[in-house]
């Protein structure tokens, strides 16, 4: 089984700033890397798809780079409804691909 | 819209039964790969469950719950089910029902695009 690693379980930023979160896996992922955001009570909603491409209707402050092992999620401009969970999920190895543990942005 | 509306979790003991359904709306139900996911309190998503569009005639399974739960699907009611037997404690998790997703130049296997409200399952005594 492929472990996704993110880093860091929580971060800490003001509304306006630049946020940028890790996600590293234990083996290559080549670019089947996707994005998940989840809001509280909410099921979660695809963001960035292989790496670098934002699902439908997704602003173009989310963007994602990045490819085998380390990879990088990057919301600029934070805006206060940017403040929730975020999980990292690879489907190289689907089925099953897996997820990362998620982490928390939160306001400063 | 995508709409996407699970029904029948609850309380279950373990070693007892559930039959989970899914109403789909907003788009050609048939045309689409579906799948269950579910996510246990405080953790990551986790795929469990996947059918073919068409006539369903390929499913696949998490090796978690291979032999347990079962997969089917009815296009004529835009339906998608999960029969969900031999329930254990580790099975407890609020169960979504998702769309395959697909961009205007493919579709993408093990990828979630459009995700329903969810369905708690609490398995205990």
């Known amino acids: 089984e492929i472990v996704l690693t993110q880093s860091p379980a929580t971060l800490s930023l003001s509304p306006g700033e630049t946020a940028t979160l890790s996600c590293r896996a234990s083996?290559?992922?080549?670019?089947?890397l996707a994005w998940y955001q989840q809001k509280p009570g909410q099921a979660p909603r695809l963001l960035i798809y292989?790496?670098?491409k934002r699902a439908t209707g997704i602003p173009a402050r989310f963007s994602g780079r990045g490819s085998g092992t380390d990879f990088t999620l990057t919301i600029s401009s934070l805006e206060p409804e940017d403040f929730v969970v975020y999980f990292c999920?690879?489907?190289?190895?689907?089925?099953?691909?897996?997820f990362g543990h998620g982490t928390r942005l939160e306001i400063k | 819209q995508v709409q996407l509306v699970e029904s029948g979790g609850g309380l279950v003991k373990p070693g007892g039964s559930l039959r989970l359904s899914c109403t789909a709306s907003?788009?050609?139900?048939?045309?689409?790969?579906m799948n269950w996911f579910r996510q246990a309190p405080g953790k990551g998503p986790q795929w469990i469950a996947y059918?073919?569009?068409?006539?369903?005639?390929?499913?696949n399974y998490a090796d978690s719950v291979r032999g347990r739960f079962s997969i089917s699907r009815d296009n004529a009611k835009n339906s998608m089910f999960l029969h969900l037997t031999g329930l254990r404690s580790d099975d407890t998790a609020v169960y979504y029902c998702?769309?395959?997703?697909?961009?205007?130049?493919?579709?993408?296997?093990?990828?979630?695009?459009?995700w329903g409200q969810g369905t708690l399952v609490t398995v205990s005594s």
């Open positions: 998702t769309r395959g997703f697909c961009d205007t130049t493919a579709c993408y296997h093990g990828l979630a695009g459009d």
């Open positions: 907003g788009f050609t139900f048939k045309d689409y790969h």
């Open positions: 059918i073919s569009d068409r006539d369903g005639t390929y499913t």
């Open positions: 083996q290559s992922v080549d670019t089947y």
């Open positions: 292989d790496t670098s």
């Open positions: 999920h690879q489907r190289s190895d689907w089925p099953p691909g897996t």
